[in-house]
């Protein structure tokens, strides 16, 4: 399987140089040149199957063709160590549970495929020399590569993040663990981040200086293997359905989870529709809306995570349909909750079911609650855990969450990370000198 790139102005590569550089030479994310639909059978039995069986033939699909058999199917079982259940929450909602892997949120699954992918290739390559990985985090994603990452010879990891825009518990989880894993704390916000690690990309005396790739989703290695949610997802519902339509609604900040969602729907997954469910950054709502694409600076809100304003993924939605507006609204539905909206529908579904929602998921039961029509049925994501955003829910629900041991463990650590302004000039000095 060859990739290509979103701008249309690179050479094609293999499946190795997509995942080893992470971005196209012209800056474009890379996208694969065909989506082979899954066998019909593959459906049909799919609810019998476990959710590694299910995983398996999914990565078969993406990555046969350039990973061997044997190897492939050890990094899938590997990855998913842990179920990701479909929990009811009212007659006509579930919630999609996938904070069940280490660091307690879905980008685990991405994080931990392709860390071991990436280290597949490098295996197979026999070249020596470290390969460093730059990822910008608005939370979860920093927490979820650092400790997929961990000890994983050969390879160095960079995380960056905007100072004071994390939870404490998130941060913790990538400033604490040492090792191959450096901390940045950015004066900035997370577009800031963003920026820092693609322009380091496009850096020629940095990338001779240094081998350089991405964990972010811009990396296919990162979002591809998200897509096995959502092929469980409906393997779980398929039963409960009775004649129902399936909606899926997936809380968006860079648009990562939901595209690998649209990849599943490509190979022939049977969702009828999706709702994208953001905060107060609403670029692509407004696009849904318009027509227009307008990037703008992020602003800060209960759901951190989601706090994008320029999301990288847009570019392999727009790709994927043709650049198609009318296509993509077709299938795509949006909504946009402030921060008032979402701790407001955390009280009420806790107070009417006892569900716990962190605020992420919040967005996605609420876009459920008030986008279902007659004859749907809506999983919503449930992205993290809610006692990674501890101080934010108890204060909303008046409760005291308890925290699992594994982010105990995180807590009890210390604080190791490098202070960075967003301008890139001192990021890639700090670069040069390792």
């Known amino acids: 399987m060859k990739y290509y790139s979103t701008n249309g102005k690179a050479p094609l590569a293999s499946l190795e140089k997509a995942v080893v550089k992470g971005l196209a030479e012209d800056r474009g994310l890379y996208m694969p040149e065909r989506i082979e639909k899954m066998p019909k059978a593959f459906f049909e039995n799919m609810s019998n199957m476990s959710f590694q069986d299910i995983a398996y033939n999914v990565a078969s699909n993406f990555f046969g063709e350039d990973v061997d058999e044997d190897a492939l199917q050890d990094i899938v079982y590997d990855t998913l160590s842990f179920d990701c259940p479909v929990v009811k929450v009212t007659d006509n909602i579930y919630s999609l549970e996938l904070f069940h892997g280490p660091t307690l949120a879905f980008k685990d699954v991405g994080a931990r495929f392709m860390a071991r992918l990436l280290g597949y290739f490098i295996g197979k390559s026999g070249k020596s020399g470290l390969v460093n990985v730059l ?27 905007p100072k004071g825009k994390v939870s404490p518990i998130q941060e913790c989880q990538f400033t604490t663990l040492g090792q191959n894993i450096t901390a940045i704390e950015v004066d900035g916000v997370f577009d800031d981040c963003q920026a820092l690690v693609k322009s380091a990309f496009m850096d020629d005396e940095l990338n001779k200086h240094m081998k350089l790739t991405s964990a972010n989703s811009i990396n296919v290695a990162r979002f591809l293997p998200q897509s096995f949610y959502y092929f469980n997802a409906y393997a779980r519902m398929k039963e409960k359905l009775n004649g129902n339509k399936l909606v899926m609604c997936v809380p968006s900040g860079n648009f990562g989870n939901i595209c690998s969602a649209l990849f599943g729907h490509e190979m022939g997954l049977p969702i009828d529709r999706f709702i994208a469910a953001n905060n107060a950054n609403d670029v692509f709502y407004n696009y849904l809306q318009t027509g227009q694409y307008n990037p703008k600076p992020s602003v800060q809100t209960l759901a951190n995570a989601m706090d994008v304003g320029d999301p990288s993924n847009f570019a392999r939605i727009y790709d994927l349909y043709g650049k198609s507006h009318a296509r993509i609204s077709q299938l795509i539905s949006g909504a946009t909750y402030s921060d008032e909206q979402i701790a407001e529908t955390m009280r009420q579904c806790y107070n009417e079911t006892g569900y716990i929602l962190d605020p992420h998921g919040a967005c996605g039961y609420r876009a459920l609650k008030e986008g279902l029509k007659e004859g749907e049925i809506g999983v919503f994501c449930e992205t993290a855990h809610p006692a990674k955003f501890k101080e934010k829910v108890d204060a909303i629900l008046g409760a005291d969450i308890e925290i699992p041991a594994r982010l105990r463990a995180f807590m009890d650590g210390e604080k190791q990370s490098v202070e960075m302004s967003k301008d890139f000039a001192d990021f890639k000095q700090y670069l040069m000198h390792q």
């Not at 985090?137 to 960056?160: M, P, R």
């Open 135 to 161: 990822v910008a985090t608005s939370g979860d994603t920093g927490s979820a590569v650092a400790n997929g990452f961990l000890g994983v010879e050969g390879i160095h990891v960079y995380v960056l993040y």
